[in-house]
């Protein structure tokens, strides 16, 4: 429907193709990536202009001065359910009885039954679905596609995080670019129903309320920080009030369940900020706090002027006697 876009990075530059939904064996919806866009095609409406071509102006005026930004959008119609997020994830999850994915310029490699890669130019994502996953032409799934892409981090970093996902490890993430929570925050959940909510935000801290399932096993939590929160490289990681221990690796912190008691924590940089991954071996409810360790350059001055101080008192002494 002319009109309809919606503008946002809702998935990394580069994706191209069309998501169709179907429910009770009814072709719902299309979601339409061209680049830079994205067009959300309800079959009802498409079928009613083209009975009514009266209706088509009168809806183009309506609908377009509709802006839809945000980090996240959710649209359900009819038994088919879209999630999108504007994060550094660049999220989309779709729910509906039948998905097909087509006109996809890109290899596909199908890494299991559940799970494929889609490769092209700069661009890689991975899809993965609760059911089996069909190739020919196109893709096709049942109930439940979730479809991301970390290309932003790439190399080694970028197959180690899409091996944590294919074993289900990567539990959920929160972006935060800002102090405001509303319009600065924003959180997904991948597996075991993790939820992450910030609890207080200021200036040099951050408090995080994480809970999950403790049946679907460890999980690995993506904290998200733009450059405006970042102060200082150094962190301080606190689990429940203690403090934790930073882990080996890379890829030892993206294995919550390899005989780990306790908690760890990983720091990376990116492009956009800094990305800090949280291991939990088992879940409840927790309270997570990360601050940044800023030195005190006019304390640390003053300490090295009293210092020298000292040293000529001294020596002017030494001197006289």
Not at 101 to 117: E, F, P, Q, V
Not at 192 to 215: A, H, Q, T, W
């Amino acid at each position: 429907m002319d009109g309809s876009k919606i503008e946002g990075e809702y998935l990394i530059a580069g994706f191209e193709g069309v998501i169709s939904c179907f429910s009770q064996g009814r072709h719902v919806m299309d979601i339409i990536y061209e680049n830079d866009s994205i067009e959300i095609s309800i079959k009802f409406f498409d079928t009613l202009l083209e009975r009514n071509p009266l209706l088509r102006e009168e809806i183009k005026k309506a609908i377009m001065p509709i802006t839809i930004k945000g980090s996240a959008l959710t649209l359900e119609y009819d038994g088919c359910l879209i999630e999108l997020h504007n994060t550094p994830a660049r999220f989309l999850e779709v729910r509906a009885d039948k998905i097909i994915l087509s006109k996809l310029k890109y290899d596909i490699n199908a890494t299991d039954a559940h799970m494929i890669k889609l490769e092209g130019g700069n661009f890689s994502a991975i899809l993965i679905s609760n059911n089996p996953l069909s190739i020919d032409r196109n893709i096709t799934a049942y109930g439940c596609i979730m479809l991301f892409s970390y290309s932003l981090i790439g190399g080694e970093d970028e197959k180690k995080i899409e091996d944590a996902f294919r074993n289900k490890y990567i539990g959920g993430e929160i972006t935060i670019v800002g102090y405001d929570e509303k319009n600065e925050t924003d959180c997904i959940s991948y597996f075991g129903n993790i939820s992450i909510r910030p609890i207080e935000l200021r200036e040099g801290k951050i408090v995080l309320k994480i809970r999950g399932e403790n049946v679907s096993g460890g999980k690995v939590v993506k904290v998200n920080l733009g450059k405006k929160i970042c102060l200082s490289d150094k962190i301080e990681v606190r689990f429940d009030g203690k403090e934790i221990n930073k882990a080996s690796s890379f890829e030892d912190v993206l294995n919550p369940n390899d005989d780990k008691i306790y908690p760890e924590y990983y720091q990376l940089q990116s492009e956009e900020g800094v990305f800090i991954l949280i291991s939990i071996p088992h879940f409840s409810e927790y309270e997570v706090s990360i601050a940044f360790i800023v030195e005190n350059l006019v304390g640390n001055a003053m300490a090295i002027s009293f210092g020298m101080l000292v040293i000529l008192l001294a020596a002017f002494y030494m001197f006289k006697k």
